[in-house]
């Protein structure tokens, strides 16, 4: 494999852990953030200890205090910031760009204030560059212990999909390809809500593998008929950028989403989350507008419908949680017969 320059914006969880799997290929990454201090710790002692404690950082891993050199020389941009500061971190370095560089978006998130994935944001900010989504499960964590990750490339040119997964392909990244980009994108935005469920529903419901088996179903069903109303492809939430990536995060320990949907559960408000942990998951953003998309289309959404009047401040309840399971139930039924 040729060895390649790649640069990541924004050294959080994932961008450590994609940094150090990708030089773990052989590639030589470069990696900027907005704090300095994140930046001097994996510079002094090759560890990110505020966001990936634990994880010795592969050699091929460089962190650079500023954001034009990051990516000046790069093949690839990897764009790892929460949605909120997708547009100014990636807007000031547009001009440093190499003439290929082909742009990848993580956020998995809605531009600010609109309805659209974040990736369509990315080739308005840089309409000379290719742009690429990353989708399916990729728990940060897993990923940095080694853990192989399946992931889906999405992106309107098949030819820019195939090229990051040829880099992306060794030990630690099974990758596929996909040309459904606002199937793959609403996938990630979408089990974020349904991820923020399943934790309220383990508070809720206890030890109840049956009824967490139904509220999964019933979470890729909505899922679908959402993202198919939206111009993408039901089969692609069935995939791994949809039913494979809400598992991973409904279920698993170190998924934010599924957390919040448990403190919810056991009492606390969205206001006094907020405070305690100082952010809030990308989930509790999407809500209200993936609501708004699921009217606007006269889409069935009870589950989502539920998490955000719990969002809201409505008590969580196992009730009102079943009964919104056997509305989505009846919508499946409903859209089978036809």
Not at 91 to 96: D, E, G, I, L, S
Not at 213 to 229: N, R, Y
Not at 273 to 301: D, I, S
Request: positive net charge; contains cysteine; proline residues 6%.
């Amino acid at each position: 494999m040729t060895r390649r320059k790649f640069a990541v914006l924004g050294a959080g969880n994932m961008g450590t852990a994609m940094a150090h799997a990708l030089a773990g290929n052989g590639h030589e990454v470069a990696v900027w953030d907005f704090f300095p201090e994140v930046i001097q710790d994996i510079r002094r002692h090759r560890v990110n200890r505020r966001f990936l404690p634990g994880i010795r950082l592969h050699a091929g891993v460089r962190a650079m205090t500023d954001a034009d050199e990051c990516v000046a020389g790069a093949a690839l941009v990897i764009v790892c910031v929460p949605s909120a500061f997708v547009a100014s971190t990636l807007a000031p370095v547009v001009p440093a760009l190499e003439k290929d560089a082909v742009l990848l978006n993580v956020a998995k998130g809605f531009a600010p204030g609109t309805k659209e994935p974040l990736v369509f944001r990315l080739k308005r900010l840089a309409p000379d560059h290719d742009c690429v989504h990353l989708a399916g499960p990729a728990i940060a964590n897993e990923l940095a212990r080694g853990v192989p990750t399946s992931v889906v490339l999405a992106s309107s040119d098949p030819r820019a999909a195939r090229r990051v997964a040829e880099w992306f392909t060794g030990p630690s990244f099974i990758p596929s390809t996909s040309t459904d980009v606002m199937g793959a994108a609403l996938g990630g935005i979408l089990k974020n809500v349904y991820a923020i469920l399943l934790g309220c529903l383990e508070k809720l419901g206890g030890d109840a593998r049956n009824l967490e088996a139904a509220a999964l179903t019933a979470s890729v069903h909505e899922m679908a008929a959402i993202a198919g109303a939206q111009g993408g492809q039901p089969a692609t939430l069935y995939g791994i950028a949809g039913l494979g990536d809400l598992i991973a995060t409904g279920f698993s320990r170190d998924s934010h989403n599924r957390k919040f949907g448990q403190l919810l559960a056991s009492g606390k408000s969205v206001a006094q989350l907020e405070k305690q942990l100082g952010w809030l998951p990308e989930g509790v953003r999407a809500t209200a507008v993936v609501c708004a998309l699921a009217r606007a289309q006269r889409v069935p959404a009870p589950l989502a419908g539920w998490v955000r009047r719990v969002l809201g401040g409505t008590p969580p309840s196992l009730d009102h949680l079943l009964r919104a399971l056997r509305a989505s139930a009846r919508t499946a039924h409903l859209s089978t017969s036809d």
